[in-house]
């Protein structure tokens, strides 16, 4: 099985700027298989790593970098966040050890201009700790082999560079950039490439088939979102190129030479794709794949729609704290138009516009705006909650969070992830020194609040109430907290969170010691495994100090 190489985007530009001696010790302790850099030339000769053809962007100095002196070059920047050679590139990965488990990453020149490529070329000839493809007298043009270098060297970028480089090495290992239409087969028997490097949105299974057959590799770039990795893994690329290698790297597998791990990728990341893509990888009817993926839409509209629309006249429901605003009746309303059209025998019970269910009729129960009150007061904390249920089995959820932009996204016995990306709660061994989400009763306590707050002061748990109770369960999925507990379970606000939680790991515990997702009364207790079998008997004593009977129910 070929595993799929992850290639750090002028390195680890996500942790460091990019291009810089500190992004590719970044990308190597990401644990990249490939760090892709770029190379100019400076006025008097020498090859840095830079992408752009003039200072402007990163260092703000607007002139090309073929009329500055290296001298000139090392005025920019504070520290060590400077324009490096690459020279000084190279000694910089001979020197860092590798992620343990992972081998020392392959350099990768980027370049667009064949005198840049050549000044680059010779440079790493010569250079001491580059490994050399061959001896002298064999046919080259003088490749030298002083020394055993450790560091790989593989070119990908303009044709007219590729061209130089195989002319100057004919054993170079380099890349053909396929820019669209039908391979150009006469091409690639000139330019003898190892690599066809294709934009990620022109990629067809087709396209990876025929590279394939040709005996290349297929290399794309530039791709940033686990939900787009996880479509070309199952596309069967071999080289995805990255801003964010820490992403790829969780969801790519590592060949160890005897043990292939397994790869953490989820294919409900393919949710934004297309239901027969999520159906075929998932094992999901056609029909819930299409409930997924509408849901996932719906989510990321609304993310866009909240962040952007005005919150116009801003009224109240059943108390002066309890308000609404045009953005809540605007997404329901937009909302109930997507599933009527797309799923007629749906249902919807919504928090503005109400509803009811039927018995084995699909229901969705939807929250367009929870956490109204902090929309209303600029604070970044809402989300959107919608899930869809039969009866009182929860199917799938989605929940947006527009101010972070995450969509969170389960599908019951198939896990949850986040934008794509894998959620698994690990387990708690101890409470202290760590924070429980919990919400108020609106604007008040809850019965039973204050001495369940008293309680977790004595674990030294720290209590946080943010004013979004969908987030209170889901964001337990992705770690936000040991455990999130709302005193009134309500599907329209929890359900979807809850099973998000629930999918990514997290223990469920009712207000009447239960676990079911669906309760049909009483409150709700979602944390991390181990944290709940502690956190239980603190809530389960709260409860009974604010009953006159002892333990209850809600």
């Known amino acids: 099985m070929n595993v799929c190489r992850v290639v750090g985007h002028r390195g680890d530009p996500e942790s460091a700027r990019e291009?810089?001696?500190?992004?590719?010790?970044?990308?190597?302790?990401?644990?990249?298989?490939?760090?892709?850099?770029?190379?100019?030339?400076?006025?008097?000769?020498?090859?840095?790593?830079?992408?752009?053809?003039?200072t402007l962007r990163l260092w703000g100095r607007a002139r090309p970098v073929g009329e500055q002196t290296l001298a000139e070059i090392r005025e920019l920047g504070v520290g060590p966040i400077r324009i490096p050679t690459l020279a000084e590139t190279i000694d910089l990965v001979a020197a860092t050890s590798p992620r343990p488990g992972f081998g020392r990453p392959t350099v990768l020149v980027d370049t667009v201009d064949a005198d840049d490529a050549e000044v680059a070329w010779r440079v790493l000839r010569d250079h001491p700790h580059t490994v050399k493809e061959t001896e002298p007298g064999n046919g080259t043009t003088g490749q030298t082999t002083a020394g055993r270098g450790t560091v790989a060297i593989e070119w990908c970028g303009d044709a007219q560079a590729m061209r130089r480089i195989r002319e100057l090495d004919p054993s170079?290992?380099?890349?053909?950039?396929?820019?669209?239409?039908?391979l150009d087969h006469d091409l690639l028997r000139r330019q003898r490439p190892d690599t066809v490097n294709v934009e990620w949105t022109l990629l067809t299974r087709d396209l990876v088939t025929e590279i394939h057959q040709l005996g290349l590799r297929c290399a794309t770039w530039t791709v940033d979102s686990a939900e787009e990795?996880?479509?070309?893994?199952?596309?069967?690329?071999?080289?995805?190129?990255?801003?964010?290698?820490?992403?790829?790297?969780?969801?790519?597998?590592?060949?160890?030479?005897?043990?292939?791990?397994?790869?953490?990728?989820s294919p409900l990341a393919l949710a934004w794709a297309d239901a027969d893509?999520?159906?075929?990888?998932?094992?999901?009817?056609?029909?819930?794949?299409?409930?997924?993926?509408?849901?996932?839409?719906?989510?990321?509209?609304?993310?866009?729609?909240?962040?952007?629309?005005?919150?116009?006249?801003?009224t109240t429901k059943k108390h002066a704290a309890d308000i609404v605003t045009a953005v809540d009746v605007a997404v329901e309303e937009r909302v109930r138009a997507?599933?009527?059209?797309?799923?007629?025998?749906?249902?919807?019970?919504?928090?503005?516009?109400?509803?009811?269910?039927?018995?084995?009729?699909?229901?969705?129960?939807?929250?367009?705006?929870?956490?109204?009150?902090?929309?209303?007061?600029h604070l970044p904390w809402t989300s959107m909650s919608l899930a869809l249920a039969v009866d009182d089995q929860p199917v799938v959820a989605v929940v947006a969070q527009p101010w972070s932009g995450e969509i969170?996204?389960?599908?019951?016995?198939?896990?949850?992830?986040?934008?794509?990306?894998?959620?698994?709660?690990?387990?708690?061994?101890?409470?202290?020194?760590?924070?429980?989400?919990?919400?108020?009763?609106?604007?008040?306590?809850?019965?039973?609040?204050q001495p369940f707050l008293a309680s977790l002061a004595d674990e030294h748990v720290t209590t946080r109430v943010m004013g979004s109770g969908t987030l209170t369960m889901t964001r337990i999925a992705s770690q936000s907290g040991i455990g999130g507990l709302v005193h009134e379970f309500h599907a329209i606000d929890h359900l979807a969170g809850v099973l998000i939680a629930s999918e990514a790991g997290a223990r469920i515990v009712n207000s009447d010691g239960g676990d079911s997702l669906f309760p049909s009364h009483g409150g709700m207790l979602v944390a991390a495994p181990g944290a709940a079998e502690k956190l239980w008997p603190l809530w389960e004593r709260a409860l009974a100090e604010a009953s006159d009977d002892?333990?209850?129910g809600g």
Do not use: K
């Open 229 to 265: 990795m996880t479509w070309l893994l199952a596309l069967g690329v071999d080289q995805i190129t990255t801003n964010r290698p820490r992403v790829l790297r969780s969801l790519v597998p590592v060949n160890t030479g005897e043990n292939l791990m397994v790869a953490g990728s």
């Open 408 to 449: 969170f996204l389960a599908v019951r016995g198939l896990g949850a992830v986040r934008n794509g990306e894998p959620l698994q709660i690990g387990a708690v061994r101890q409470l202290a020194g760590t924070a429980l989400l919990t919400e108020l009763a609106g604007h008040e306590f809850w019965p039973g609040m």
């Open 550 to 552: 002892g333990p209850i």
């Open 277 to 314: 893509a999520l159906a075929g990888a998932s094992g999901l009817t056609v029909e819930v794949a299409r409930w997924v993926c509408v849901a996932r839409q719906i989510a990321e509209w609304t993310i866009a729609h909240t962040r952007t629309a005005t919150l116009g006249r801003i």
């Open 338 to 377: 997507i599933i009527a059209a797309e799923f007629p025998d749906h249902l919807v019970v919504g928090e503005e516009l109400g509803g009811q269910t039927q018995p084995g009729r699909p229901t969705w129960y939807l929250d367009p705006v929870d956490g109204t009150t902090n929309l209303a007061n």
């Open 172 to 182: 170079a290992t380099l890349a053909h950039n396929h820019l669209g239409g039908a």
């Open 19 to 54: 291009n810089t001696l500190d992004a590719f010790a970044a990308a190597i302790e990401a644990g990249v298989d490939v760090i892709e850099l770029d190379v100019r030339t400076t006025s008097d000769g020498v090859s840095i790593v830079l992408h752009d053809p003039t």
